[in-house]
């Protein structure tokens, strides 16, 4: 098989959430942060023919990048990536030393926030974050407004960022590790809960992120 374009954008994501992953047969991956406060499912245009363990993902990638079309071969405990006559035998880790995503669903109880986070408004705030080394993103309701904000919720800074991503009749101050943010860039369907917990649902990609304790919502 060869990794396609979707499929490698999508395992390099998963590699800035978590360095391990079990890659099971079929088309759907999932990972999951260290700290369990990211849960990341996709589904892909492609199909891996059987289950493997990789301990370092980013390094993988790299090893793939060696190559200019790379074909890769499952093997029982490698896998041989290889290009005419070049090869790589890459082994795989053994699964017990692998941190694995949960295969069960996972459902958001009761979300009071709903909007659409088009990928222009998540790229402003990300840059924003990046430039100004703020440490939280904020998804904040207030005046009849959404708004989508790079912040210190800690008050280190008064410095903040705003995009205005939809509309709202409640109060509310949703707070994220801004660490915790990564996503594929793209549009996605946001819903929050007051209970702790969020869902970015994209195209083929989406994400479940911890929210954290300093968050409140006034109705």
Same mark, same amino acid.
């Given at each position: 098989?060869?990794?396609?374009?979707?499929?490698?954008?999508?395992?390099?994501?998963?590699?800035?959430?978590?360095?391990?992953?079990? @890659?099971?047969?079929?088309?759907?991956?999932?990972?999951?942060?260290?700290?369990?406060?990211?849960?990341?499912?996709?589904?892909?245009?492609?199909?891996?023919?059987?289950?493997?363990?990789?301990?370092?993902?980013?390094?993988?990638?790299?090893?793939?990048?060696?190559?200019?079309?790379?074909?890769?071969?499952?093997?029982?405990?490698?896998?041989? @990536?290889?290009?005419?006559?070049?090869?790589?035998?890459?082994?795989?880790?053994?699964?017990?030393?692998?941190?694995?995503?949960?295969?069960?669903? @996972?459902?958001?109880?009761?979300?009071?926030?709903?909007?659409?986070?088009?990928?222009?408004?998540?790229?402003?705030?990300?840059?924003?974050?990046?430039?100004s080394q703020l440490p939280d993103i904020a998804v904040t309701g207030i005046e009849?407004?959404?708004?989508?904000?790079?912040?210190?919720?800690?008050?280190?800074?008064?410095?903040?960022?705003?995009?205005?991503?939809?509309?709202?009749?409640?109060?509310?101050?949703?707070?994220?590790?801004?660490?915790?943010?990564?996503?594929?860039?793209?549009?996605?369907?946001?819903?929050?809960?007051?209970?702790?917990?969020?869902?970015?649902?994209?195209?083929?990609?989406?994400?479940? @992120?911890?929210?954290?304790?300093?968050?409140?919502?006034?109705?």
């Amino acid at each position: 098989m060869k990794l396609n374009t979707n499929t490698t954008q999508i395992l390099k994501n998963f590699s800035s959430i978590n360095q391990n992953i079990m @890659i099971k047969q079929g088309n759907q991956v999932r990972t999951i942060s260290p700290t369990k406060s990211v849960l990341a499912r996709a589904f892909l245009n492609q199909e891996f023919d059987s289950t493997f363990a990789i301990y370092d993902l980013s390094r993988f990638l790299g090893t793939v990048s060696l190559f200019n079309e790379p074909e890769l071969t499952l093997k029982e405990s490698y896998v041989e @990536i290889s290009e005419g006559g070049n090869k790589f035998k890459y082994a795989f880790s053994d699964p017990s030393l692998i941190m694995v995503a949960p295969d069960k669903e @996972i459902e958001l109880p009761n979300p009071e926030v709903r909007f659409t986070l088009t990928e222009d408004a998540l790229n402003r705030v990300m840059k924003a974050l990046s430039v100004s080394q703020l440490p939280d993103i904020a998804v904040t309701g207030i005046e009849g407004r959404i708004l989508l904000q790079a912040v210190d919720t800690k008050g280190a800074t008064n410095d903040s960022f705003s995009v205005e991503v939809g509309e709202t009749d409640a109060n509310f101050r949703m707070v994220f590790r801004s660490d915790n943010i990564k996503l594929i860039p793209g549009k996605y369907d946001v819903s929050i809960s007051s209970k702790g917990l969020s869902h970015f649902k994209g195209e083929t990609v989406e994400y479940w @992120i911890a929210v954290e304790s300093n968050s409140k919502y006034d109705g």
